[in-house]
């Protein structure tokens, strides 16, 4: 009796100390965690770097918009269709600011994607990001300035055929770069939480970016006179 207690202890010991003991451990999770932070270093410090390029190709819309359709949605209203024809903007904004980081997207997915977990939230996570973000990427960029003029044509009544199909698509799997699951934490070495905290910081400023581009998306809708 006393000997299986002490082993009834030393298991129940084991249970409470297993997640602590995890930090920093070997194994396939702990493998594929340093493979996934490092990837995912690699896409923030990309875009990162190509933010500049990022804003300009932003704003390349609206010089295009100025010259092509000023003015394409005057007299529109503001209903369900106009609100499709905001969201196709920023969906072609994005993919359009995307553009310099497509190659470091590419490889983060065929690197990523050979990454599996034993644990499920991670797996999950990373599972459902890496989807949407190919998903977002396989997209194709739509003519804005046609579709707005094919809407006026039709007296702001019919929505072009492409952009509710775009719209669905885009909506659902709109990501940021570069995401880190909270149960990756567990499996980090001191070396891989300093990598991740970079990344966080990347992360931050290419958050600041896109609320900057904020206001470029309302010029743009300015410009063509369009409601959301």
Known sequence: M??????????????????????????????????????????????????????AAVRAILQKVRRECPAAALGSPQDEESTELSNELIGSM??????????????????????????????????DYTRSLRTLYDLASPNLCDDIRS??????????AATAPFVRAFIPNWVSLGVLPSGLSR?????????????????????????RLVETWGLIMNELHLNP
Do not use: C
């Open 2 to 55: 006393g000997r299986r207690i002490i082993l009834g202890a030393l298991v129940l010991a084991g249970a409470i100390a297993g997640p602590t003991a995890a930090a920093g451990a070997s194994g396939p999770d702990a493998t594929a965690t340093g493979a996934y932070i490092r990837a995912n270093y690699t896409l923030v410090s990309t875009g990162h770097a190509n933010i500049a390029r990022t804003e």
């Open 94 to 127: 994005v993919l359009a600011g995307g553009m310099p980081d497509r190659a470091a997207v590419g490889a983060y997915l065929r690197s990523v994607g050979r990454l599996r977990w034993n644990a499920g939230s991670i797996e999950h996570a990373v599972g």
């Open 151 to 160: 809407w006026g044509v039709s007296g702001f009544m019919r929505l072009p």
């Open 187 to 211: 499996y980090e070495t001191p070396e891989l939480r300093a990598i991740a905290k970079r990344s966080q910081r990347f992360e931050s400023q290419l958050m600041e970016m896109e609320a």
